[in-house]
């Protein structure tokens, strides 16, 4: 659950996110407007344009790439990936470890569909 998710179940007080400070932690901030975010998707090489498009949740995202942009399953298994890699990330951090730089973040996907792809095929 994202800060804002719980927040809105009165579980915590402040939906702010951690990572930058200036807005409230929803999926969408999260995963793709929070600057460190921004920074791992700039190191991705992804092709996503996403001039004047507002997400206010993750999977609008992922909707707006398969069905606006077309882009192949490929750059959707990378995406959720990334996105994955993110969150995991902010777990870490949220507890006590250390956080990764974005090229420690954008590293860990490439890695994990190799190796899944080598596995099972």
Not at 16 to 32: D, N
Not at 33 to 39: G, M, V
Request: aromatic share 12%; hydrophobic share 40%; with cysteine.
């Amino acid at each position: 659950p994202t800060k804002a998710n719980l927040c809105h179940r009165k579980i915590l007080d402040d939906p702010t996110c951690e990572a930058c400070g200036l807005e409230t932690e929803s999926s969408g901030h999260l995963f793709w407007f929070c600057p460190e975010a921004q920074e791992v998707w700039s190191l991705s090489g992804l092709p996503l344009d996403m001039r004047g498009v507002h997400f206010p949740e993750f999977i609008d995202l992922l909707w707006y790439l398969k069905f606006v942009q077309h882009v192949g399953n490929e750059v959707l298994e990378l995406v959720i990936t990334i996105a994955w890699s993110i969150w995991f990330n902010r777990n870490q951090v949220r507890h006590d470890k250390p956080r990764q730089s974005a090229s420690m973040i954008i590293h860990k996907p490439r890695t994990l569909i190799e190796e899944f792809q080598v596995a099972n095929f």
